[in-house]
């Protein structure tokens, strides 16, 4: 069992940044894949970017290139998000998942998923 818990969000400017923490409990997470999606209201939810377990493969959504990057220290079980340069459209409550295999934009082959944090940018 892996427990993820996110935090890091909250209100910010456009223009602004955020940086996203999520830290799992229970088992080690470097045999996981993490990645991050989103959902904003009335939206399905979106993949947003994915490291591998051992951190050296990262895969973001094209849209988001440039602004989102994402990161993990398996030491200390957590893994980040740092969003740069935000834009009110990138308002939606942010999910930390964990993943056995490599499928990274794909929401089902997920496991195990955090409650998510809010993340709104006004204009």
């Known amino acids: 069992q892996v427990q993820l818990v996110e935090s890091g969000g909250g209100l910010v400017q456009a223009g602004g940044s955020l940086r996203l923490s999520c830290a799992a409990s229970g088992r080690t997470i470097s045999p996981y894949a993490m990645g991050w999606f989103r959902q904003a209201p009335g939206k399905e939810r979106e993949f947003v970017a994915a490291?591998?377990?051992?951190?050296?493969?990262?895969y973001n959504t094209d849209s988001l290139k440039g602004r989102f990057t994402i990161s993990r220290d398996n030491a200390k079980k957590m893994v980040y998000l740092q969003m740069n340069n935000l834009k009110p459209e990138d308002t939606a409550i942010y999910f930390c998942?964990?993943?056995?295999?490599?499928?990274?934009?794909?929401?089902?082959?997920?496991?195990?998923w955090g409650q998510g944090t809010q993340v709104t940018v006004a204009s």
């Open positions: 490291i591998s377990g051992s951190g050296s493969t990262r």
């Open positions: 998942a964990a993943s056995r295999v490599w499928s990274p934009s794909l929401p089902r082959s997920y496991e195990y």
